[in-house]
């Protein structure tokens, strides 16, 4: 099969992660894949030998997901947009997919609806009609009006064969988040969750009983690592602050020339995962991908959940996951080096958590369902 994966992440980087996961997964199953990413650039995400198609970039405005902005942070012009939906439409032409995968679309992204409808629609008339799917996570954010939501069933009935559900419904079924009627339910297909194929961490050091901060990069994360920062002035540990997003450099030199000695301040690591292995603790906010990450490690951590705006996807996440050891759960209007300090002490005297190796293996379990997805296909 030819696989065509359409992903635009906005604010973080976890829609792109899931992506190219997915897009890897299929590679080894002995299919074509290729990602259409429409998000700024990540360099420190594993892209393996996935071609990855490069769409003019855009970023939100923070939180203001209807505010687009450009590579160099200016609001974003129609003739960029179009730009983007003429390159879209030929990377489709080009690939001629046997199935179409929107990443988050039509849940989400709705402020690109019109690059979105155009490739669905360019799919849904050729006489070859590829497969078409839409991927999301375990917990969406929650339509504003039902309105918002029939609109998207209605998109769904129209042009989706299937969605794909990286969870498992047992732990985090979709209707916890968003409305599930009838006719979408029975185009449900739920995957698992899905994390990277290597979990084995290395021989190495780093991490060894260190405190591992990790929030992404730029204004979303900036309390997070202020506040690590002055609680680690009070704690002898070594804590590791990891900075990721396009001014990386610049952020980490501001925080090292206030960090105290104990504080290492570098760039976000493609080892991170190992560094969880290793370390006391992790602090971090809890999106998808940065959870199974510490489940997987059986990581005691400190769960800071984005709740910025009107986002409430990553506080469900964490309320359900502090119900497990060694996982407590700050907001952020209540963090302070104080009350970071006080979460980490209870770490240390919580039971020690295994680390996670059941229901992990959404990728290959995705390949599976669309593969017979599509040979049932007329």
């Not at 199953?29 to 290729?34: F, K, L, P, Q, V």
């Amino acid at each position: 099969m030819k696989v065509m994966i359409v992903v635009t992440h906005l604010l973080g980087s976890g829609h792109l992660a899931r992506a190219l996961i997915l897009a890897r997964a299929f590679q080894h199953a002995g299919h074509r894949a290729t990602v259409v990413s429409g998000g700024m650039p990540v360099p420190v995400l594993d892209r393996g030998d996935v071609p990855l198609a490069q769409l003019p970039p855009l970023r939100s405005d923070g939180v203001n997901f209807a505010q687009l902005l450009d590579d160099s942070g200016a609001l974003v012009e129609q003739k960029t947009l179009n730009a983007r939906k003429a390159l879209l439409l030929h990377r489709f032409d080009e690939i001629r997919p046997d199935v179409l995968i929107t990443e988050l679309y039509p849940f989400g992204r709705r402020v690109l609806r019109d690059e979105f409808t155009a490739v669905l629609m360019a799919a849904d008339k050729l006489a070859d009609r590829p497969l078409i799917c839409a991927s999301v996570r375990d917990i969406l954010a929650p339509p504003s009006s039902p309105q918002k939501a029939d609109k998207t069933h209605s998109v769904l009935a129209r042009y989706y064969d299937a969605v794909l559900v990286h969870a498992d419904p047992q732990v985090m079924p979709l209707d916890a988040s968003w409305p599930v009627p009838d006719g979408l339910r029975s185009k449900l297909h739920y995957t698992g969750f899905m994390a990277p194929a290597d979990t084995t961490p290395p021989h190495q050091t780093a991490g060894e009983g260190e405190i591992i901060v990790s929030a992404g990069g730029g204004d979303v994360g900036a309390q997070i690592f202020d506040t690590a920062l002055r609680a680690a002035q009070s704690d002898a540990r070594v804590w590791r602050v990891l900075i990721g997003g396009a001014q990386a450099d610049q952020r980490i030199a501001q925080l090292r020339a206030n960090a105290p000695a104990n504080v290492i301040v570098e760039a976000t690591r493609p080892d991170f995962r190992a560094l969880l292995h290793r370390a006391a603790a992790s602090v971090s906010m809890c999106g998808y991908n940065t959870a199974i990450d510490v489940l997987q490690a059986g990581c005691r951590s400190v769960f800071i959940p984005f709740d910025a705006g009107a986002e409430v996807e990553q506080t469900i996440r964490a309320t359900a996951l502090a119900k497990l050891p060694g996982i407590e759960v700050l907001r952020s209007a209540d963090l302070t080096p104080d009350s970071l300090l006080s979460a980490l002490r209870v770490l240390e005297h919580s039971p020690d958590r295994a680390p996670a190796t059941d229901g992990f293996d959404g990728a290959r379990e995705t390949v599976r369902h669309v593969a017979s997805l599509r040979e049932q296909s007329p």
